[in-house]
């Protein structure tokens, strides 16, 4: 038997299987032939410890990890157990784009369709934008781009994907106001950090369950070609640590933009536009080439301009002239 700390506090039960081969052995030995068919579905044995909801009556759960950590499934499975566990509850899920819903939550490798046992599987209804299972549970998916769309709809529950990657933090609080359905509404959130207000302000909520993560403690699901490519291109430099260790980093020093200025100055819309230009800073010494896209707000009432960045198209280092010119066109 496998009672260890270490056991308990990095493993899932398929992985200490995998360790103890004459364990699997007998385990796999002793299941029915219904329990074979139903043990790809069973979360609680594949799952890491932190990738479990936690315990209790929690308001929030805040899994905070790095890419590839498996946050995706995590949310997943939380989304279908509590289809299962509420029949006829009404739910949200929320990702930064209609295509992050879509094609990451819903339909994804790790997503929704892909999870679901085929006895509780839910009928997607892309043009509804709704998902509808067995037991009369109903959820509607969102985009955080459209943050109106939150107005007015109630839930029991909701699932949030990459919080720090939304656009327009309108939609957070829109969401809060819908969660007023049932005794114990809950809100579920997975995402990459960043060194935002939401982040810090749920961070520092004594009604947040928190749980951190790796890249690394999912290395065993990882390609190798994954690690070769990207962990050592990445590793011990300040992106790594937000990406992969999912450190909050703090602004540069010195930084003529700091984070909070930034988060202040955004708009959900532009106002009409004196005149938008490209503006591109080829690769020399740093290897990357940077485009922005910005423009200048038209001067109404002869007051001082505004400027606004509407988009950053910046290409990763060692990109060719033919790409970075290619891009630019294109922006």
Known sequence: MVDTAVSVREYSRAQMLAKHPDIAQQFFASLTDEEWLILPYQWEFWARPKQLAPKGNWAR??????????????????????????????????????????????EGESGIIASSPPDFEPIYESSKRRLTWPNGTVATLFSADIP?????????????????AWRYMEAYDMLQF??????????????????????????????TVVVT????????????????????KYE?????????????????????????????????????????????????????????????GRLWDGGEPHGYTLDDVTLPPGAAPAEWGAATIAA
């Open 178 to 207: 819908g969660l007023r359905l049932g005794k114990n509404p809950q809100l579920a959130i997975a995402t990459t950090p960043r060194p935002l207000p939401i982040i810090k302000e749920l961070l520092a909520d004594k009604d």
């Open 61 to 106: 759960w805040l899994l905070l990890a790095g890419r590839g950590f498996g946050k995706t499934k995590s949310l997943s499975e939380w989304v279908i157990q509590k289809a299962r566990n509420m029949p006829g509850s009404r739910g949200a899920i929320v990702a930064p784009t209609a295509a992050d819903v879509r094609d990451v939550l819903v």
């Open 236 to 296: 011990g430099t300040r992106l790594g640590r937000q990406e992969l260790l999912a450190h909050i980093l703090s602004d540069v020093p010195g930084a003529l933009w700091t984070r909070e200025v930034l988060e202040n100055s955004r708009v959900i819309k532009t106002p009409e536009l004196e005149r938008i230009v490209v503006a591109v800073d080829p690769a020399a010494t740093t290897g990357q080439t940077g485009i922005v896209v910005a423009g200048i």
């Open 213 to 232: 993560g790796t890249t690394y403690e999912n290395r065993a699901n990882l390609a190798q070609s994954f690690f070769d490519a990207v962990i050592k």
């Open 148 to 164: 109106d769309r939150l107005r007015g709809p109630q839930f029991h529950w909701a699932a949030v994907d990459e919080l720090a």
